[in-house]
């Protein structure tokens, strides 16, 4: 999905996708069976959404951008 995306905004999408997966999956036990597939389920729209080609770029916080230097 990100290299779909117009080379200027690949970077910040690149950054959102793993930026929401780890914080998200930082917070749930790996036995949390309901709550990994809910997430799952969440994400697969939200990729969805994303595919859009209407959609050009996205909105990356100064948190996303720190924790990104912090884990390269």
């Not at 939200?46 to 100064?62: A, F, G, L």
């Amino acid at each position: 999905m990100v290299n779909t995306k117009p080379p200027a905004a690949q970077s910040k999408f690149r950054l959102f996708v793993r930026y929401s997966f780890k914080t998200q999956a930082a917070a749930v036990s790996p036995r949390d069976v309901s709550t990994i597939e809910h997430l799952l389920r969440r994400g697969r729209r939200q990729i969805e959404m994303y595919e859009d080609p209407k959609v050009r770029d996205c909105w990356v916080s100064s948190d996303m951008v720190q924790w990104g230097e912090n884990n390269r």
